[in-house]
C-alpha cells in the first residue's frame, strides 16, 4: 500500500537521459535558458523539496519527480520523493503531515483529490511550508502555487481533434479515465464532452470508464469497453497509464488497426505501439520540465523571490522566465503531439 521515500542533496543528480536540450515545443515560456535563478544558493531559507505525486512507480511521476530533482541539484536544493503506491483520494495525507512535522521547505503534490488533502495541506501550510501543485490541482485556497502543464481546452481539444480524425469524425467513443477524482482528468473530459457536441455531432461517446491508473485495471476497462460496445471506433485514454494498458490490449487482439487509441501517454510507453501500428498519434508535454518548473516555483517561494500573488514572476532555470497567472496558476505550455515521424527523437 505505501510507497518508499530517497533523499538526494543537491550536486548528486542523476540526470534525464532527455538531454540538455529537449525541451518540448511550446513548453518554455521565455528565453533566458542560462540566467541563473535568484537567491540559487538559498540563502538562510530551508531550499528542501519534498515531492508527492498521486503514486509511486508511474512512469510518467518518476519522469517528473526526475525533472524536480534536476532543478534542486541546479538551485543547491535536497530533495525527497515520497507516496503512496495506490493512488486514493485520501492516501496522500499521512506523507504530506510526515513532510510537515519534519520541517520540509515546500510540498509539490499531485493531488489525487481536489478537496480530500485539503485540511492537511493547511495545516502544512501554517507550520510556514509552501505548497505547489502540479499536474493535478486542490481547490486553490490549499495551495500557493498551481503548475499547469497546459490549459485544460489545450488538452481537451487535442485529444479529441486526434480521435476524430483518427476515426474520420464519425461514430463511437470511449474515455478511460484514472481514478473518478482526478481533479485534471475530470476537468479535461468535460471539456471534451463540450468538444464533441459543438464540433463533432457525429461522435458519441458512449461511456467514461476509470482504470484508477492501474496497469491492470485499464487493462482489464479496455477488454469490457471492446466487448460491451462491438461498434466502438475510438478510445481516448487521458492518462499515461491508461493509454499504455490499452495500446497493451490492443496489440494482440482482433481490434488492432480496428480500433483508434489516442490520449496522453509518454513516447518510451507509446513507442513500440506506434511502431506497430496500434496506435497512429498522441500527446503530452515534457513532463519532466513540469517537475522542474515545480521545483524551481518552490524554490523561488521558499526564498522569498515570490509570494504566489498574479504577475510575480521568476526565473526557472533552462526553461527560462514565468509569470503567475490568476489563482496562483502558472502555465508550462502547450500539447504536443507525437506519432510515427518524431517519436524516435525522444526519450522519456
Not at 508511474?58 to 524536480?68: L, M, Q, R
Not at 506523507?95 to 520540509?104: E, F, H
Not at 498551481?146 to 485529444?159: C, L, Y
Request: proline share 4%; net charge negative.
Amino acid at each position: 500500500m505505501f510507497g518508499f521515500t530517497r533523499t538526494r542533496r543537491a550536486g548528486v543528480v542523476t540526470a534525464l537521459a532527455l538531454g540538455a536540450s529537449l525541451v518540448l515545443a511550446g513548453c518554455s515560456a521565455g528565453g533566458g535558458g542560462d540566467t541563473p535563478a535568484p537567491g540559487g544558493d538559498g540563502g538562510d531559507a530551508d531550499v528542501s523539496i519534498t515531492m508527492l505525486p498521486k503514486n509511486l512507480g508511474n512512469p510518467y511521476f518518476d519522469t517528473s519527480s526526475s525533472g524536480a530533482e534536476e532543478a534542486a541539484g541546479e538551485f543547491g536544493g535536497q530533495f525527497e520523493e515520497v507516496g503512496p503506491s495506490e493512488a486514493s483520494p485520501t492516501s496522500q495525507v499521512q506523507y504530506i503531515q510526515t513532510a510537515a512535522q519534519q520541517g520540509t521547505g515546500a510540498l509539490v503534490v499531485s493531488a489525487n483529490d481536489p478537496e480530500a488533502i485539503c485540511d492537511a495541506l493547511d495545516e502544512a501550510r501554517s507550520a510556514d511550508v509552501k505548497v505547489v501543485t502540479f499536474d493535478s490541482d486542490t481547490n486553490p485556497d490549499c495551495r500557493d502555487l498551481f503548475i499547469n502543464q497546459a490549459t485544460s481546452e489545450g488538452i481537451a481539444k487535442v485529444q479529441v481533434d486526434l480521435i476524430a480524425e483518427q476515426i474520420g469524425d464519425a461514430g463511437q467513443v470511449a474515455v478511460l479515465s484514472a481514478s473518478a477524482n482526478a481533479t485534471n482528468q475530470n476537468a479535461w473530459i468535460e471539456l471534451m464532452e463540450a468538444e464533441l457536441a459543438a464540433s463533432h455531432p457525429d461522435i458519441e461517446l458512449v461511456e467514461v470508464v476509470y482504470g484508477d491508473d492501474d496497469d491492470q485495471t485499464s487493462f482489464d476497462k479496455t477488454a469490457a469497453l471492446l466487448q460491451t460496445y462491438p461498434e466502438l471506433k475510438g478510445i481516448i485514454s487521458p492518462t499515461t497509464v491508461g493509454i499504455a494498458a490499452a495500446a497493451r490490449y490492443l496489440s494482440t487482439s482482433d481490434f488492432k488497426g480496428e480500433v483508434a487509441l489516442t490520449g496522453l501517454g509518454t513516447p518510451n510507453q507509446m513507442r513500440e505501439y506506434v511502431e506497430d501500428g496500434t496506435v497512429t498519434a498522441f500527446a503530452l508535454w515534457n513532463p519532466a520540465d513540469l517537475g522542474y518548473l515545480a521545483a524551481f516555483a518552490a524554490q523561488a517561494l521558499v526564498t522569498g523571490e515570490i509570494s504566489g500573488e498574479e504577475g510575480d514572476s521568476f526565473e526557472a532555470g533552462k526553461l527560462g522566465s514565468f509569470e503567475v497567472g490568476a489563482d496562483g496558476a502558472v502555465l508550462l505550455g502547450d500539447p504536443y503531439v507525437f506519432d510515427a515521424e518524431n517519436i524516435g527523437e525522444f526519450d522519456f
